[in-house]
C-alpha cells in the first residue's frame, strides 16, 4: 500500500484569468462499474487514500443491518455530512429523542456547522461549538440507534472492537471487495480505513447497482430528501436534484457520484473540493450516466466564475 503521489497525480482542471492559468489541481480518479471494471481512469487508482465522509453510506448500510429502525431523513442523516442546518440538527435531537439519548452521548465532537451561513448564522445567536452541529452528528445518531436496537453499549461505540464497528469493517470488505485497508481514524472518531480509488470506487457503485436491499433503501431516502444530505442549494444536493444519483462529499478533497451500478471517485492530491463537482459530472457526462445538459447547468450554477471587478475575466475549466 502507498499514498497518492504527485507523480500519480494527472491535471483534473485548470484556472484562468484574462487568458494566463492561475491555477491548477491535480490529483486521480476512476469512472468503474460494481464488477470493478474501469471504464476510465487517470493517475494513480490504486494508491491508498483516506475516504473520510465518503465511506458513510456504507456505514449507514451497516447500521441498516444491525437492525437500526432509520428511515427517510434519519436514514439520510445517517450517511449525511450535513451543513449544520437547524433543520438538520433539529432531525438529529429527534433521533436521539426517540432513543431516549442525549447530545452528550454523542461520541463525535463538539465543532462549527460545515456551512458558513449556517456557522455565522450561530454565532450572531451568541451559540458556540456543538455536537449536534458537528457534520457528522447524524451518522453517529444512527450508531446509537443500531446500538439500542442490540443492546450494545453506547459509551464505547467508536472502539474498532465495538460490534458495531466489526460489521462496519465487515460491510466495508463486502462492497470494496478487498480486506487491504488502512486503519485510522476519521475526524469525528469513528473507525476509518484507507482504500484505493479503485475500491472505493467499485463499493460505491454497488451501493446504486439495486443489488442489496439495504442499499436500495439508503438510496431511494436520499433521493426523496436530497437536502438532508448536504443542504439547500449546496452542491451535493443539487447534483442529486438533478441527477438522481448519489453524491457524497469527503473531507481533503475525496469526491463519489454513482447512478445505477456506475461511479466516479476522485481525490484532488492538495485537498481542495473546488474543481472536483465539475470534473465528476463532466466524466459522468461523457459515458452516458447523466444528461451533458444537465452536466452543463450544474457547473454553471455551482462553479464560482473568475471576476475582475464586475467582469468575467476567466473560468474554471475540466482538463481530463
Known amino acids: 500500500m502507498h499514498p497518492l503521489s504527485v507523480e500519480g497525480c494527472v491535471e483534473l482542471a485548470s484556472l484562468d484569468r484574462n487568458g494566463l492559468i492561475e491555477s491548477r489541481h491535480i490529483g486521480a480518479f476512476v469512472v468503474i462499474d460494481r464488477e470493478g471494471s474501469v471504464i476510465e481512469s487517470g493517475g494513480d487508482i490504486d494508491a491508498t487514500i483516506f475516504p473520510r465522509s465518503t465511506i458513510k453510506p456504507l456505514q449507514a448500510i451497516a447500521a441498516l443491518r444491525a437492525g437500526a429502525s432509520l428511515d427517510g431523513v434519519e436514514l439520510v442523516l445517517a450517511s449525511a455530512s450535513h451543513c449544520g442546518s437547524h433543520r438538520h440538527t433539529d432531525a438529529v435531537q429527534s433521533m436521539l429523542a426517540h432513543d431516549h439519548l442525549t447530545v452528550d452521548e454523542l461520541g463525535c465532537p463538539a465543532a462549527w456547522p460545515l456551512g458558513y451561513n449556517e456557522k455565522a448564522e450561530r454565532i450572531a445567536e451568541g451559540e458556540g461549538t456543538q455536537r449536534v452541529t458537528m457534520n457528522c452528528s447524524g451518522k453517529h445518531a444512527a450508531f446509537l440507534r443500531a446500538c439500542v436496537a442490540n443492546g450494545w453499549d453506547t459509551a464505547t461505540y467508536l472502539d474498532p472492537a465495538h460490534p458495531l464497528q466489526v460489521l462496519i469493517r465487515e460491510v466495508v470488505e463486502e462492497f470494496t471487495g478487498t480486506t487491504e485497508l488502512w486503519p485510522a481514524v476519521d475526524g469525528c472518531g469513528a473507525p476509518l480505513y484507507g482504500m484505493s480509488l479503485r475500491s472505493l470506487g467499485t463499493a460505491i457503485a454497488r451501493v446504486t447497482d439495486g443489488h442489496d436491499a439495504n442499499a436500495e433503501r439508503l438510496v431511494n431516502a436520499i433521493r426523496a430528501n436530497a437536502w438532508a444530505l448536504d443542504g439547500v442549494g449546496r452542491d451535493n444536493t443539487r447534483v442529486i436534484e438533478a441527477t438522481d444519483a448519489i453524491a457524497k462529499i469527503g473531507a481533503e478533497g475525496v469526491l463519489i457520484i454513482s447512478r445505477e ?19 465528476a459530472v463532466t466524466l459522468l457526462a461523457r459515458h452516458g450516466v447523466i444528461d451533458r445538459s444537465v452536466a452543463e447547468d450544474l457547473i454553471a450554477e455551482l462553479v464560482e466564475p473568475i471576476t475582475g471587478g464586475e467582469n468575467v475575466v476567466g473560468r474554471l475549466s475540466v482538463t481530463v
Not at 451500478?261 to 470534473?279: E, F, P
Open 261 to 279: 451500478g456506475i461511479a466516479v471517485a476522485l481525490k484532488c492530491l492538495d485537498g481542495s473540493d473546488r474543481a472536483n463537482t465539475a470534473v
